[in-house]
């Protein structure tokens, strides 16, 4: 953990053009010198050193021309490496600053949720426009993405999520929350979306709103009752808003908005606040801070579900903070109303990312508290907690006899950066060795660097028996076979049939979700039987024992298959091992094996004994990765192994030559 300057509500972006550039919003930044406004902290080599992002005070004075605040800022990257930090508000329209130079120097956007804007009244079919009756169209928790993802059909479009009231009727102004977007990167805004307080509460920061790489674009919180959510199976839930965790999905760029997806439904939990992340419009990841009194009665802790059928089922819930003895709640609050906690998804690795306040080190005092993290690819097993300020803990908010005042401390911030061989999750939050006092002077920006070992795989060939025996080994301790010739002929090996074994371990310190096996088999050896090698011939085994005969098999054929050259390949693809019987990921230290039961093709053929030994070398190219489908951090390896086949040769009893009796066998055909 390093410090980037003095500290308040801070968070942290990554450009997605260089992994080195990071911008760090809020945090002490504001008046520098001269006519600077110092906008963001910037950092050109990944953390190491910062320095300020600036606009012309006098410039954002003739664009704004009347009183205004900039609070709550928040900061993005675009697919082009465009930085946005919000927000500036003058109590009639909001600004973005942007930086076409990483981060270095900003401009201002046009205006957006000015008060003659159009809102479209969410499920009511009818326009509202925002409205100030001592309320302001601005209060906490800005949440401003703009879409990263090459991949997307909506890249570059920013999306904005702002707390604002709008004139419900001529006599009501209703508080609740407006979604905006820019698709000409600020240049002019959209027509948005309003939410009402009564159908949702955006609880949480910038990850009530989250963008996945296709460009699906989701909201998050804790959610209304029936009447505006009526695909929810409890007919009471109108007297049960806070057990109802909800979802809403654009597959339109922001568009337009889904009907409710009930993430959370449960009469036994009441949430405090709800976040999502997605990996694709299918695969969506809910971390929610609730109580759970089935698990945990009167206790607020974090659980984690997910879904991969876009919403219409979800999985088993997992708890995330893991101090079970005493149970009790230790996501820290600042004081200013929000717990402190934060998730985030690497879309390259797959990984979950979550960091949060916790007090479990705070010894009675509830103004301290430590950063402590832990992370999943799967959402459903999660990492042992990992303390990251092993000094602390950490003074968060003004005290008040040990209890935490109302500072405005309210949010922290989790992200992730990723390039072949530097894997890191970084973690901002405002922390002060010191009582931070009325004004939480003592506080500062903490950055902390979490960084991951690259993923390895190893691999290995080996060859028994039908039985499970290992072949013999000759004089070379080589491994063989012996091929039997009669006039010439191939009549037989011994034994009579091989099986190939390929043995992926997991050699690194990183889960595995997905693998890609190629074995290539040895020239002049077939998978047996011939007309059905995937179904029969082929296997692929959770190594799980020390005994072959033991292994538990893990997948179907039909991700198997094996082709009709010579030499034959075999082609195994598990796109999630989690999805397979064993459960979860290929953690490490533990293995797959593949079996292949080879015949010799060169039976009922005329060789010469001259031409043995033979040598015969299969050849295996592994390839894995830490997120499912093929996601996420790469490891790859090769290996090849060989044995021997010898020619023994048997003469007819009535003819010259070797008589060697060298096998019998009988058969019996039915």
Same mark, same amino acid.
């Given at each position: ?41 910037? =950092?050109? $080599? &990944? +953390?190491?050193? %910062?320095?300020? #992002?600036?606009?012309?005070? @006098? !410039?954002? *004075? ?14 993005t990257f675009n697919t082009r490496g465009d930085a946005y930090v919000g927000t500036i508000d003058n109590g009639t329209m909001e600004w973005l600053f942007k930086s076409t130079d990483g981060g ?77 977007? =820019?698709? $000409? &990167? +600020?240049?002019? %805004?959209?027509? #948005?979306?309003?939410?009402? @307080? !009564?159908? *949702? ?124 003895s005493p149970d009790r709640g230790h996501v820290a609050s600042a004081g200013a109303g929000p717990f402190m906690w934060d998730l985030s998804l690497s879309p390259q690795t797959g990984r979950l ?38 000094e602390g803990p950490y003074y968060m908010c003004t005290q008040s006899t040990n209890l935490c005042g109302g500072t405005g401390n309210d949010f922290m911030w989790v992200t992730s950066s990723y ?252």
């Amino acid at each position: 953990m390093t410090t980037v300057r003095a500290g308040y509500e801070a968070s942290i972006a990554v450009n997605p053009t260089n992994p080195l550039n990071l911008i760090i919003s809020g945090g002490g930044v504001g008046g520098d010198s001269g006519d600077h406004w110092g906008v963001a902290s910037v =950092s050109s $080599d &990944g +953390g190491r050193s %910062w320095r300020f #992002g600036n606009a012309s005070f @006098s !410039y954002i *004075l003739s664009k704004v021309k009347s009183g205004w605040g900039f609070a709550d800022p928040v900061a993005t990257f675009n697919t082009r490496g465009d930085a946005y930090v919000g927000t500036i508000d003058n109590g009639t329209m909001e600004w973005l600053f942007k930086s076409t130079d990483g981060g270095n120097s900003f401009l201002l956007t046009s205006p957006f949720l000015k008060m003659n804007d159009s809102l479209l009244f969410y499920n009511n079919n009818r326009m509202v426009h925002p409205c100030n009756q001592d309320r302001g169209p601005f209060r906490d928790y800005p949440a401003v993405i703009a879409d990263p993802y090459s991949t997307s059909p909506y890249r570059n479009n920013v999306y904005v999520l702002v707390r604002t009231a709008a004139q419900v009727s001529p006599t009501r102004c209703e508080w609740g929350t407006a979604f905006e977007r =820019s698709i $000409d &990167g +600020g240049n002019t %805004w959209d027509s #948005g979306t309003w939410f009402s @307080s !009564y159908q *949702l509460e955006f609880l949480s920061d910038n990850r009530g709103m989250a963008v996945a790489p296709d460009g699906t674009v989701f909201l998050a919180g804790v959610g209304g009752s029936c009447l505006y959510t009526s695909n929810c199976p409890w007919l009471n839930c109108l007297l049960t808003d806070h057990n109802l965790g909800i979802v809403f999905k654009s597959s339109d760029g922001g568009g337009s908005f889904s009907r409710p997806i009930c993430a959370v439904d449960d009469l036994h939990v009441s949430l405090d606040s709800v976040e999502v992340v997605a990996a694709s419009a299918s695969n969506i990841y809910v971390v929610y801070l609730g109580d759970n009194a089935t698990i945990a009665p009167d206790i607020l802790h974090l659980y984690s579900e997910v879904s991969h059928d876009g919403g219409s089922s979800w999985s088993s819930i997992a708890r995330v903070d893991d101090v079970s003895s005493p149970d009790r709640g230790h996501v820290a609050s600042a004081g200013a109303g929000p717990f402190m906690w934060d998730l985030s998804l690497s879309p390259q690795t797959g990984r979950l990312d979550l960091a949060w306040f916790d007090d479990r080190n705070q010894g009675g005092n509830y103004t301290l508290a430590d950063v402590y993290y832990s992370y999943s690819y799967d959402a459903i097993s999660w990492a042992t907690n990992i303390r990251e300020t092993p000094e602390g803990p950490y003074y968060m908010c003004t005290q008040s006899t040990n209890l935490c005042g109302g500072t405005g401390n309210d949010f922290m911030w989790v992200t992730s950066s990723y390039t072949p061989g530097s894997d890191r999750a970084y973690i901002v939050a405002s922390l002060g060795k010191a009582d931070c006092g009325s004004l939480c002077s003592a506080l500062l920006t903490r950055f902390v660097t979490v960084t991951f070992p690259t993923p390895s795989i190893g691999a290995s060939i080996f060859y028994t028996d039908s039985s499970l025996n290992p072949l013999p080994l000759d004089g070379s301790d080589s491994s063989y076979v012996n091929v039997l010739l009669a006039r010439g002929i191939v009549e037989s090996t011994s034994p009579r049939q091989v099986l190939a074994w390929m043995n992926v371990t997991n050699t690194g310190s990183m889960p595995l979700q997905s693998l890609i096996l190629d074995e290539t088999l040895p020239v002049d050896w077939t998978v047996s039987p011939p007309w059905m090698p995937a179904k029969v011939g082929v296997h692929v085994y959770y190594g799980n024992g020390t005994d072959l005969s033991t292994n538990l098999e893990i997948i179907q054929p039909s991700t198997i298959t094996v082709s009709q050259d010579n030499p034959a390949v075999v082609h195994v693809t598990i796109s999630n091992l989690t999805a397979t019987i064993i459960g979860h990921p290929l953690m490490p230290g533990e293995s797959i094996l593949v079996s292949a039961r080879l015949s010799y093709d060169l039976m009922r053929t005329s060789q010469s004994s001259s031409s043995y030994p033979r040598s015969y070398t299969a050849t295996a190219n592994v390839a894995a990765w830490t997120g499912a489908s093929y996601s996420g951090a790469e490891a790859s390896t090769s290996m090849s192994d060989s044995f021997t086949a010898y020619a023994r040769i048997a003469g007819g009893p009535s003819g010259p030559g070797n008589t060697i009796l060298i096998a019998v066998r009988k058969y019996t055909i039915t």
